[in-house]
């Protein structure tokens, strides 16, 4: 039972449709630790949004990669502690290796004095809690199972 069964598109368009306004809010709010963004407040919100997509992308590709590992499509609730553990270490690498090619590879953004950097590799510590924040309860909430119809 892979993602591409009827219910592993339903995890998905679930999980993509939760996380895409869930990481538009992190994003509005972490935007003040990051330059680059244009200076108008439509354009910077639009940078946002645009964001926020990709952070939807990340974290679809954290759910395949978790459903492929656990040959479950809603793998983060049933597997237990190693679902969740999983599920942190996929977030914090999926979120250290995107900043660290927009950062410093593709120079797409840089931090702000505002924003605390990881000790060990030097990138931003609220772009890695907001994957891993976001993407737990997400992907918890996308996997259960759909109500009964009445």
């Given at each position: 039972?892979g993602?591409a069964n ?32 244009p200076p108008?407040?439509f ?20 759910w ?5 590992a ?13 679902g ?17 090619v ?23 510590l ?25």
């Amino acid at each position: 039972m892979g993602p591409a069964n009827p219910e592993g598109r339903r995890v998905a368009v679930r999980a993509f449709l939760a996380g895409v306004p869930a990481h538009f809010a992190w994003e509005m709010a972490q935007a003040h630790a990051f330059t680059g963004l244009p200076p108008d407040a439509f354009w910077a919100t639009l940078a946002c949004a645009r964001a926020s997509v990709g952070d939807g992308v990340l974290t679809l590709l954290i759910w395949a990669a978790g459903a492929l590992a656990f040959s479950r499509v809603a793998w983060v609730g049933p597997i237990g502690w190693r679902g969740w553990l999983v599920l942190a270490v996929l977030a914090v690498a999926v979120a250290v290796g995107t900043e660290l090619v927009l950062v410093y590879s593709l120079r797409r953004w840089t931090y702000t004095a505002s924003m605390p950097l990881l000790p060990v590799v030097p990138v931003g510590l609220w772009p890695v809690l907001q994957m891993v924040v976001i993407t737990q309860p997400v992907l918890w909430w996308a996997g259960r199972p759909p109500r009964p119809r009445r």
